[in-house]
């Protein structure tokens, strides 16, 4: 399920695992009093609550799941958010690709 030792977990396989063992982000939340949004965001950002309740849920350390932001006691060692992914764009060209009708 890891991409490697480096990266920890993607988010994909971490939201599969969690519907696998028969909940999702929102049960979590609720079960730990926050909010679901938090949840999502915990994937972007470390959020210590919201990062610990997944892991816990999971029976997997803070450190396995997100390496780049927990140490292995599950200390925050960096609040670096993780980069979005690029984004190609398609280029459309100069102008339209048909003329456009007039008014008469």
């Known amino acids: ?10 988010r994909a396989d971490v939201m599969a ?7 999702n982000l929102a049960e979590i ?25 997944i892991a816990e849920f999971l ?5 396995e799941l997100w390496p780049q932001w927990f140490d292995a ?11 979005r992914p690029e984004i190609k764009r398609i280029s459309r060209g100069s102008g339209p690709s048909r003329p456009r009708k007039r008014a008469a």
């Open 29 to 53: 939340a609720r079960a730990v009093g926050l909010k679901r949004q938090t949840m999502y965001w915990a994937f972007i950002h470390p959020h210590l609550r919201a990062n610990r309740a």
């Open 73 to 83: 006691d599950g200390k925050l060692i960096s609040r670096k958010a993780t980069p």
């Open 59 to 63: 029976g997997v350390p803070l450190s």
């Open 17 to 23: 695992a969690v519907r696998k063992a028969g909940s």
């Open 1 to 10: 399920m890891r991409a490697s030792a480096d990266d920890g977990w993607h």
